[in-house]
């Protein structure tokens, strides 16, 4: 089994800008969220001439992903089971949700794992065997800023005509 760091591919893709403000932003950090209230979200303006993305990135106000609603047709049984889907406010043609993934799993390796800080983690190394059936998650120290995803997720993903996923190799370190 891999673990990857998940992230859209905002250098090629279009992206997104929510209505909330920098200075009170919505965060997905794993918690389930219980009130919601659909966040409105414009599309970059110079990002007109991008393709379009089924998991766009979301550059100010919310501090989570954002997923299609194709990607919810084709993923939706993998995220419920490891978040939430939260609908976004979208003047486009297309449906857009934020998702908050809460399945948080306490599964790094605490001696492996490099730290520049407490608070901090550089290189993350992981517990294989903790991780188990699960292929969507977040762990504690890194919940408000990095998804990870194992190899089934990245399987499900190019098994269909998705767009805009992004995954940077993590454990166990190549050689």
Not at 79 to 93: D, Q
Request: aromatic share 10%; hydrophobic share 35%.
């Amino acid at each position: 089994m891999n673990v990857y760091e998940l992230y859209p591919d905002a250098n090629v893709y279009q992206g997104f800008l929510s209505d909330e403000s920098l200075e009170n932003p919505v965060f997905c950090n794993g918690d389930p969220i219980t009130s919601w209230s659909p966040l409105k979200i414009t599309l970059i303006p110079d990002h007109e001439s991008r393709p379009k993305s089924d998991f766009p990135a979301c550059f100010t106000g919310l501090i989570g992903s954002v997923v299609s609603q194709r990607a919810v047709d084709l993923l939706g049984d993998i995220l419920l089971a490891n978040g939430e889907l939260l609908p976004l406010i979208y003047e486009g043609e297309d449906t857009c949700f934020a998702y908050n993934v809460t399945n948080i799993i306490d599964v790094l390796d605490k001696e492996e794992t490099q730290r520049r800080n407490r608070s901090s983690i550089t290189r993350p190394a992981f517990c294989l065997d903790k991780i188990g059936d699960n292929i969507i998650f977040k762990v504690p120290e890194t919940r408000l800023v990095r998804t990870y995803v194992t190899d089934g997720f990245i399987e499900k993903v190019q098994s269909t005509p998705l767009t805009g996923f992004k995954f940077r190799h993590l454990w166990p370190p190549t050689a």
